[in-house]
């Protein structure tokens, strides 16, 4: 995946742990939620991704009078053989960016349900098999709030991670000037692999090797959250297997066969933090997120490495 990485580094200047997630995302079989406040690249690092490899990619806009139809498909009459056709929506595709995902209604949230969890679309009555590989990256403002609807837990709870851009450094944003000031080095972008191969590293990332001592270690990092004060909800099963899907996604990516807890406890924020809820207290207090998952990582014994 290191053509992969550089391809999108033409695009996006300086935010090379923002793009190894995102990599790890996709090798895990995982969704991305980037959050930050606009004009950071959020949608440029899908588009990016998307472009770097040769699969089909659709963007879709999420707006308040976005039906669920829209996602899923509809099935329409066609008079001509009398019967009815299924017409895909924007979810039929191997990456499928959703953008301001938190501007649509909650029904029309909850038509990715489904498919980010099954990777299929049931409609009137008929399931459909989504190919893989099968990511969606959303986007979202977590500052202007009006006219939006936060996504319910459910919906955060089936994104692998959470990541924020953040600012460029003054070098990298200097550099931007030069690359993006006179063309768009997105238009310019060429595939550099294609879906087959990904769904190889895809296949292969699942035989990466980890150990018990390891396994014990992710169940101990999430029921850290659990138990922590902090916290009135703490990570899901579900967040449990996400945590291992990528910390063997972030090994493969490193060249290892194998996964150090070092994986684990580097993904443990970007993998856990959105699916938990803070304490009255910590609100009260004004506590980051991050950093109270980060303070339960601490708090759980790291096996032997050897």
Known sequence: MGNVRAAIEQVIEGKRSSIDLALVALLAEGHLLVEDVPGVG??????????????????????????PSDITGVSVFNGESREF?????????????????????PKTQ??????MEEQQVSVDGTTYRLETPFM????QNPIEMEGTYP???AQRDRFMARIEMGYPTPSAELDMLDTHGNSDPLAAMQPV????TVRGLIAATKKTYVSQAVKEYIVGVVNATRHSRD????????????????ARAQAALSGRDYVSPDDV???????LAHRVLPSTEAQLARHKLPDIVSAAVHTVAVPDRR
């Open 42 to 67: 959020k949608t440029m690092l899908a588009k990016a991704l998307g472009r770097s490899i040769d699969c089909t990619v659709r963007r879709v806009q999420f707006t308040p009078d976005l039906l």
């Open 85 to 105: 056709e299924f017409k895909p929506g924007g979810i039929f595709a191997n990456i499928v960016v959703g953008d301001e995902i938190n501007r649509a209604s």
């Open 110 to 115: 909850s038509a990715l349900l489904e498919s």
């Open 136 to 139: 969606v990256v959303a986007t």
């Open 151 to 153: 996504l319910p837990e």
């Open 193 to 196: 692999t294609d879906a087959v």
């Open 231 to 246: 916290l009135r909800l703490g990570a899901s099963p579900r967040a449990t297997l996400q945590l291992l899907r990528a």
């Open 265 to 271: 406890s580097s993904l443990a924020v970007p993998v």
